[in-house]
């Protein structure tokens, strides 16, 4: 089945960095987007950033530029969330999720996330 | 950046009810809108894409409704099971994706 399978939780020291997997079966790994979105608890889904498998390429939100690396590594579907500089605030959940594209002609597309990771804690404490 | 704002930020409902949440966006977004359900630590599972389609799989019980900038999600008899936190999400700006900050549903 689908599934997208994320790597264990990690605790950091402010100012360390964190690099997060989310491996991907079922499906042709190139062939969709991979998100990420965070949750400290009890707040609300933030979303971090998109990465296309298949060209690398990346789209970050404005407050992550500069501290987010999203990779992959197309051999083992596996995709890679890095926060750098890390501070007590990044302490969430980090969830991967799966980026669809619906086709409207000429030249749209309507875009939703519809398979997810179970999520991996960071916690960030000295 | 388009802002979304969801209302009620909470409810009590009781099983059998109909319930309507409202999420609006800062602009006008078409019907790029996604709605997702989320439980107590789990995953958000989608449940509404494009505004009114429904994800394969999700009860029909759940619709959506809406374009532009005002949107609506209903349940139309709440189950034990759709006690859950709903969140809306915005599509419009390419890749550059905004949630809305969640409507919790709990028991009346």
């Known amino acids: 089945q689908v599934q997208l399978v994320q790597s264990g939780a990690e605790v950091k020291k402010p100012g360390a960095s964190v690099k997060v997997s989310c491996k991907a079966s079922g499906y042709t790994f190139t062939s969709y987007d991979i998100n990420w979105v965070r949750q400290a608890t009890g707040q609300g889904l933030e979303w971090m950033g998109w990465m296309n498998p298949n060209s690398g390429n990346t789209g970050y939100a404005q407050k992550f530029q500069g501290r987010v690396t999203m990779t992959r590594n197309t051999s083992i579907s596996t995709a890679y969330m890095e926060l750098s500089s890390l501070r007590s605030e990044d302490t969430a959940v980090y969830y991967c999720?799966?980026?669809?594209?619906?086709?409207?002609?000429?030249?749209?597309?309507?875009?939703?996330?519809?398979?997810w990771g179970k999520g991996t804690t960071v916690t960030v404490s000295s | 950046d388009i802002q979304m704002t969801q209302s009620p930020s909470s409810l009590s409902a009781s099983v059998g009810d109909r319930v309507t949440i409202t999420c609006r966006a800062s602009q006008s977004i078409s019907s790029y809108l996604n709605w997702y359900q989320q439980k107590p630590g789990k995953a958000p599972k989608l449940l509404i894409y494009a505004a009114s389609s429904l994800q394969s799989g999700v009860p029909s019980r759940f619709s959506g409704s809406g374009s532009g900038t005002d949107f609506t999600l209903t349940i139309s008899s709440l189950q034990p099971e759709d006690f859950a936190t709903y969140y809306c999400?915005?599509?419009?700006?390419?890749?550059?994706?905004?949630f809305g900050p969640g409507t919790k549903v709990d028991i009346k």
């Open positions: 999400q915005q599509s419009y700006s390419t890749l550059l994706f905004t």
């Open positions: 999720a799966r980026g669809r594209r619906l086709y409207q002609p000429p030249d749209y597309y309507y875009y939703y996330m519809d398979v």
